[in-house]
């Protein structure tokens, strides 16, 4: 599975991005996909995740009311953030695994794209 994250850059505090990630090789038709983030001398964290029909979703409670996720029967994930605030600057990344199931720890994602870059000017 290969993914390729993109949508990220700068944005005053209050704009909105979105961001995309799209999927291609062998995807696997149950598993669910998801977006984390990594600030600079901070680890990784979950920032929302989806069901592979979409039906579910996930959210940390950073983003929830501000972001959302979604996907399309082309295997493309989005995510739509508004409201955004300074503290939302990291390099955003897409991940994807293979079973069901709404984790929200990186290593609970098998395949990985690279970073995609948001940074919020105050």
């Known amino acids: 599975v290969q993914l390729q994250a993109s949508g990220g850059g700068l944005v005053q505090a209050g704009g909105s991005l979105r961001l995309s990630c799209a999927a291609s090789?062998?995807?696997?038709?149950?598993?669910?996909m998801g977006w984390f983030r990594q600030a600079p001398g901070k680890e990784r964290e979950f920032v929302a995740a989806?069901?592979?029909?979409?039906?579910?979703t996930r959210y940390a409670d950073s983003v929830k009311g501000r972001s959302t996720i979604s996907r399309d029967v082309k295997n493309t994930m989005y995510l739509q953030m508004n409201s955004l605030k300074p503290e939302d600057t990291a390099a955003y990344y897409c991940?994807?695994?293979?079973?069901?199931?709404?984790?929200?720890?990186?290593?609970?994602?098998?395949?990985w794209g690279q970073g995609t870059q948001v940074t919020v000017s105050s």
């Open positions: 991940a994807s695994r293979s079973t069901p199931g709404l984790v929200v720890t990186p290593e609970g994602y098998r395949y």
């Open positions: 989806i069901t592979w029909g979409g039906l579910t």
């Open positions: 090789g062998r995807t696997f038709s149950s598993g669910a």
